[in-house]
């Protein structure tokens, strides 16, 4: 390889510890490597924050698919992101909703799209969902395979 698109990341392959917040957490990107439109997907099955307002911990599924543009979002400081919301107190809305604009400002993709599916809290489970731009003509989305909240039946 000629050039080296990797030269400018500062956390993949360095002992990194979480963020204190979200706000905190830097999200590296890197160069698209393909011309052509495809879809990423990004899971995070065991995904947790806190409660505002009760500082109990919620956990949640979380799922992202986006069409790049320019770039793409690099794994580790994704994952290094998504673990800043550990200690976060946030609602459900507002960390979902927040990690899709997040993304969208970093990498700004042809389109996106984020599902999260949160566990129970007060015996509601609450899926939330947010979209932005549109999805280029011809790319496969499958569905995001995560199933509704059945509880115990």
């Given at each position: ?111 996106l799209r984020i599902g999260g599916y949160w566990y129970p809290r007060g ?31």
């Open positions: 390889m000629s050039e080296n698109r990797y030269n400018d990341l500062g956390q993949l392959g360095q002992t990194q510890g979480l963020p204190k917040s979200p706000n905190e957490a830097v999200l590296e990107r890197v160069k698209n490597p393909c011309s052509e439109d495809y879809m990423v997907r990004l899971v995070a099955p065991e995904f947790t924050s806190i409660c505002p307002v009760t500082g109990q911990p919620d956990f949640a599924h979380i799922v992202v698919d986006y069409c790049p543009d320019d770039w793409i979002v690099e794994s580790k400081a994704f994952k290094l992101f998504l673990g800043s919301y550990r200690n976060h107190g946030d609602f459900h809305e507002a960390c979902t909703t927040g990690i899709a604009q997040r993304l969208v400002k970093e990498i700004s993709p042809k389109w015996g509601i489970p609450i899926d939330v969902f947010y979209s932005y731009g549109e999805k280029p003509e011809g790319v496969w989305v499958p569905d995001q395979g995560v199933s509704p909240y059945r509880g115990r039946g």
